[in-house]
């Protein structure tokens, strides 16, 4: 069975950083590209960042550039999503997700998703 499992997720003052982490079960992040994503309450899922599979290519959010950066392990098997200078507008769940092709903002590009981390940030 094909897992995701988020980690690193809590509670940060702004200004803050935290760091998640993505463990993929086999393999299934060894030739393909991965995602983070956020859900804020009342709002739609919107893409975060992304990086392809040899980790050479990168996606960012506007919102997010210059203070998020994704990256992953030699051996494919995490990928990890370091946060900094966070704000209460971060505050949501953040998924991750494995990129198979396509548009990487958009949410149909991604086959398999984690359960989720809860990343809230106070003012």
């Known amino acids: 069975q094909v897992q995701l499992l988020e980690s690193g997720g809590g509670l940060v003052q702004a200004g803050g950083s935290l760091r998640l982490s993505c463990t993929a079960s086999?393999?299934?992040?060894?030739?393909?590209?991965a995602g983070w994503f956020r859900q804020a309450p009342g709002k739609e899922r919107e893409s975060v960042a992304a990086?392809?599979?040899?980790?050479?290519?990168?996606y960012y959010r506007d919102s997010v550039k210059g203070r998020f950066t994704i990256f992953r392990d030699s051996a494919k098997t995490t990928v990890y999503l370091q946060m900094n200078n966070l704000s209460p507008e971060d505050t949501a769940i953040y998924y991750c997700?494995?990129?198979?092709?396509?548009?990487?903002?958009?949410?149909?590009?991604?086959?398999?998703w984690g359960q989720g981390t809860q990343v809230t940030v106070s003012s």
């Open positions: 086999g393999r299934i992040f060894s030739d393909q590209g």
């Open positions: 990086i392809t599979t040899s980790g050479s290519n990168t």
């Open positions: 997700a494995r990129w198979t092709y396509g548009d990487p903002r958009d949410r149909s590009s991604y086959d398999y």
